[in-house]
């Protein structure tokens, strides 16, 4: 997402200045093959009824994007986080559209896209379950 340009809703330079060529590689990745590993097992399963270990998977990965996202995001507007982190998210994302509001300075407001990740990966729960055949 730190390659693309889309108006208010990230800033790539930012991102750019606050992490490593490397860094932004690794996470890019390694986000990427996880999911690619899921759409290609998802693709060999098409049609027939996913085995337990592949409902599983999903089920974890899914649990484990949201808790990411939380500690991340959630967490830090909710109950505010360490000063190092506010300062790191504020030089990140502090031009980004947020839909929720300000909360107080000891606090990191979540910007729209990870927001809307987070309501994507909960919602897409129910069709792992309904997926039965």
């Known amino acids: 997402m730190t390659g693309s340009p889309l108006g208010l ?3 790539p330079a930012s991102v750019r200045r606050e992490n490593t060529t490397g860094e932004l ?3 890019t990745v390694v986000n990427g093959l996880s999911v ?3 759409l290609l097992l998802a693709g060999l399963f098409a049609g027939k009824k996913y085995p337990l270990w592949l409902r599983s998977w999903f089920v974890i990965h899914s649990v484990l994007i949201l808790a990411g996202a939380a500690k991340a995001w ?3 507007y909710l109950f505010g986080a360490d000063e190092k ?3 790191r998210n504020q ?3 502090g031009g980004t559209h ?3 509001p300000e909360k107080t300075a000891s606090r990191s407001t979540p910007s729209t896209p990870p927001s809307t990740r987070s309501f994507c990966s909960a919602c897409s729960w ?3 379950f309904l997926s039965r055949k």
């Open 74 to 76: 959630r967490l830090p």
């Open 25 to 27: 590689l690794l996470v």
């Open 91 to 93: 030089a990140m994302f």
């Open 85 to 87: 982190r506010l300062q």
């Open 98 to 100: 947020s839909f929720l």
């Open 9 to 11: 809703f990230n800033d």
């Open 126 to 128: 129910p069709s792992i």
């Open 36 to 38: 690619d590993t899921l």
